[in-house]
């Protein structure tokens, strides 16, 4: 293992497997991959390792801020994080399954596209990701999002809320599944409903920091950081070698297989910029999109679950309204954003709601190299 090896000593070596990236992507494949192969792996990664103690003390996650990585012609911001673990650092540790319909969402309601693979094909993978993650959930969700196994932790303790949705719809309202955890692990405490999971103060939740460094200090693989990949080499459509960027300086290694795991902007701009193009690569950019409502309760006291985000329910999800509308997910919350109750003896009795739909492929919000046309919606522009 060697956790920084510096460009100079690996500059025009040969790896059998070079990640690009460090986050979600690189690092569960990369869990897998050391335990069935030996071989010799270089992670480039263009961030630091910033310690779970340093993102602390400094307040952030990175000290890359996201903005000065793309140029957009929109003023819709596009977060990150630039640093080893990439998106692991800063997510929130909400992880409910898709559901089996989200796979074939044309044959069933012809819209979108069919997945070339079935939630079946999957559900063995997301048991093995959610082990690592010690994840947290519902046994009851079973019964929409089927399991080979149960889930590794009980369930949160749900709100007040969330109890009266569950009698009231049983078969659509669950407890929240989480990597925020219910009960302690070897490396990270329970969950006490801090409600900043952006970077958590006791590390109960899942991150590369307190799950996955095992990946990077393995015998068998090497990490470069501070190493901003540019450019794959290719020749007769096989990338042979990779250029990244070090200190203003360029370097190149090669090797045989490649990972491109640098989140879905920076991929498609490293393709982009290495002449690997196609119809698709940078097009269709889309996301999880959020509305905020508050609900008043009449008599019914909020906040009193274990963990930010305590119900999820399924109630405006799957169903034939899906050929014409997105299927929504509604989170039910045990945080107070918009503040407590503005009123005498009813402090508690509000509920805040974020209603989580994705919009389908849309060829106009795209990452390409140029300075984009006024037509398009959400662009982003690399350098
Ligand atoms: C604030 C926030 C909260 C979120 N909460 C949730 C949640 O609760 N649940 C959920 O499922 N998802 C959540 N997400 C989304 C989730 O974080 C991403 O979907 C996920 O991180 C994507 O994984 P990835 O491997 O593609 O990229 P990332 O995890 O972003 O990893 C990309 C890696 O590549 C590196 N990199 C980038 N460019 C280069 C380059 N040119 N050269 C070398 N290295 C490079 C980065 O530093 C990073 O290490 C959240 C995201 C944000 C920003
Ligand atoms: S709710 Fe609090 S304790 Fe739980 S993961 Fe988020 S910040 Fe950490």
């Known amino acids: 293992m060697v956790l920084d090896v510096k460009p100079e000593q690996i500059t025009k070596d040969h790896f059998d497997l070079v990640a690009i990236g460090s986050g979600f992507g690189s690092a569960f494949f990369l869990h897998e991959f050391a335990k069935r192969r030996k071989a010799r792996i270089l992670v480039l990664e263009w961030g630091r390792h910033n310690t779970h103690e340093w993102q602390l003390e400094q307040n952030v996650n990175t000290d890359i801020e996201d903005e000065t990585t793309y140029k957009t012609n929109s003023n819709k911001p596009w977060n990150y994080t630039i640093g080893l673990g990439g998106g692991t650092n800063c997510w929130f540790a909400q992880t409910p399954r898709f559901h089996p319909n989200d796979f074939r969402l044309k044959s069933t309601y012809g819209i979108g596209n069919d997945w070339p693979i079935s939630y079946d094909d999957v559900e063995p993978f997301y048991c093995d990701a959610e082990d690592i993650m010690s994840i947290s959930g519902d046994p009851d969700m079973a019964a929409m999002l089927p399991r080979s196994k149960p889930f590794p932790q009980p369930p949160h ?14 078969g659509q309202h669950f407890v929240m599944p989480t990597a925020r955890a ?22 109960a939740k899942f991150t590369v920091n307190n799950g996955l460094m095992h990946v990077f200090e393995h015998p068998d693989v090497s990490v470069c950081l501070g190493a901003e990949v540019r450019r794959l080499d290719h020749v007769g459509g096989a990338v042979r070698s990779v250029t990244f960027r070090h200190d203003g300086k360029e370097y190149q290694v090669s090797g045989d297989l490649f990972i491109l795991g640098a989140n879905a902007i920076q991929s498609a701009a490293i393709m982009l910029r290495s002449g690997l ?44 309204h899906r050929s014409e509308h997105a299927a929504a997910l509604v989170y039910f919350e045990n945080r107070w954003q918009h503040g407590l109750r503005a009123e005498k003896g009813r402090l508690r009795q509000a509920l805040p ?11 106009e919000n795209l990452t390409r190299m140029r300075m984009p046309s006024s037509a398009s919606r959400r662009h982003r522009t690399m350098r």
């Open 157 to 170: 303790r749900m709100s007040t809320p969330d109890r009266m949705m569950k009698a009231a719809q049983p």
């Open 182 to 203: 219910r009960l302690p692990t070897s490396q990270r405490t329970s969950c006490c409903a801090n409600l900043r999971c952006w970077l958590c103060p006791v590390d």
């Open 277 to 320: 193009g196609g119809e698709f690569v940078g097009s269709g950019l889309h996301e999880s999109y959020g509305w905020n409502f508050e609900v008043y309760l009449d008599g019914v006291d909020n906040f009193d679950g274990s963990t930010i985000t305590t119900g999820l329910n399924f109630g405006l999800y799957d169903g034939p």
């Open 353 to 363: 709601l974020v209603v989580v739909t994705e919009d389908l492929l849309d060829p």
